[in-house]
C-alpha cells in the first residue's frame, strides 16, 4: 500500500502564500512607489507598520550601495525590489532555519512547525485540516507519524486497516510526500524567486516585530492578492515573516533559529512500519 499523497497539496498551499516573497531578478528595472495610505491589507496579527515616506523611490534613486549593503534606516529607503532582492540572497544563504504558521488554501488548513537544513535533515510537524503527522528526517531516510484522525481524513476507505497495522508507530515515506518541507535549499529557492513582471512591490514603511527592527514590504500579484513581508533592518537581512490576508491562500509563516544547529530524533528500526508491505 503506497503512503497517501498528502505532502504536495500542503507544500503548494505554502508555496502559494509565499511565492510574492522573492526579489524581482531585474531590480535595476523595477520602480518603489509608496503604498497607497488608504490601503490597509495587515490582519490583527501582524505588525502595526508605521508610514515611512522617504522609503519611496522618488527619494531612493542615488545610484549608492546596493540594498544589502545598507543597514538600518538606510535599507529601509531602499527600493522596495532592491530591499525584497538583498532579503532574498540573505534566506537563500541560510543552512538552517525553523519556520510556522498556518494557512488556508482552496478550503484547506495547513499548519506547520518545521526545523529544516541544508542538509535535508528536518523535525516538525504538519497539520491538515483535523489531522497532523510529525515529520522526521536525517541522512536520506524520512518518516512521519500520523494521528489517527490524519488516516481518516485522508485515506478513509482503508484507514481502519491502517491504523491497525501501524498503531503510533513511524511510516517510511518511501514516496517522500513530506521531503520538500526538509531540503531548505529546494524549498527557499522555490519560495524566495520572482519570476513574474506583473507584481509590484511596495515598502510600507518601519516597525518592531518581536523586538527587533523591520521593513514591511508589499507584494500584489496580478491576481490582486497581497503578500506582506517583515525583514530585518539589520544584516543579515532575514525574513521574520511573511503574511497574506487577501486573495485565494491567506495565513502567515514566520521565520526563527536561523542557522541554529538541531537534533534529529530519528525513530529506531523497530518503531518503523513500511506501507508497502501491506499490499
Not at 524581482?24 to 515611512?52: E, I, L, P
Not at 537544513?117 to 503527522?133: E, H, N
Not at 482503508?158 to 518511501?174: F, R
Request: glycine share 10%; proline share 3%.
Amino acid at each position: 500500500m503506497r503512503s497517501p499523497r498528502v505532502g504536495a497539496a500542503a507544500a503548494l498551499a505554502l508555496l502559494a502564500l509565499l511565492a510574492g516573497c522573492g526579489g524581482d531578478d531585474s531590480g535595476s528595472d523595477s520602480s518603489a512607489s509608496r503604498a497607497d495610505s488608504s490601503s490597509d491589507t495587515s490582519s490583527d496579527s501582524s505588525a502595526d507598520v508605521s508610514s515611512d515616506s522617504s522609503a519611496s523611490a522618488d527619494s531612493s534613486d542615488d545610484g549608492g550601495s546596493s540594498a544589502g549593503d545598507a543597514t538600518g534606516e538606510e535599507f529601509a529607503q531602499q527600493p522596495a525590489a532592491n530591499i525584497a532582492d538583498a532579503a532574498k540572497e540573505d534566506m537563500l544563504g541560510l543552512d538552517a532555519v525553523r519556520y510556522s504558521g498556518a494557512l488556508s488554501s482552496g478550503g484547506s488548513d495547513v499548519g506547520l512547525d518545521m526545523r529544516a537544513s541544508s542538509s535535508g535533515d528536518c523535525q516538525g510537524t504538519v497539520t491538515l485540516g483535523q489531522g497532523s503527522a510529525e515529520v522526521a528526517s536525517q541522512d536520506g531516510t524520512s518518516w512521519f507519524r500520523p494521528d489517527e484522525a490524519f488516516w481518516r481524513q485522508q485515506v478513509p476507505d482503508t484507514a481502519d486497516q491502517i491504523i491497525a497495522a501501524v498503531g503510533d508507530k513511524w511510516v517510511l515515506d518511501t514516496d517522500n510526500q513530506f521531503t520538500q518541507f526538509c531540503d531548505l535549499d529546494e524549498f527557499f529557492s522555490g519560495i524566495f524567486t520572482d519570476d513574474s513582471a506583473d507584481e509590484q512591490y511596495d515598502v510600507k514603511g518601519t516597525d518592531q516585530l518581536d523586538d527587533q527592527d523591520v521593513v514591511a514590504v508589499d507584494n500584489t500579484s496580478a491576481d490582486g492578492g497581497t503578500a506582506t513581508a517583515y525583514i530585518l533592518l539589520d544584516d543579515p537581512h532575514y525574513v521574520l515573516k511573511v503574511e497574506k490576508t487577501a486573495g485565494d491562500d491567506q495565513g502567515a509563516v514566520e521565520f526563527s533559529e536561523f542557522d541554529e544547529d538541531f537534533d534529529v530524533d530519528a525513530p529506531t528500526p523497530d518503531e518503523v512500519a513500511d506501507l508497502s508491505q501491506l499490499g
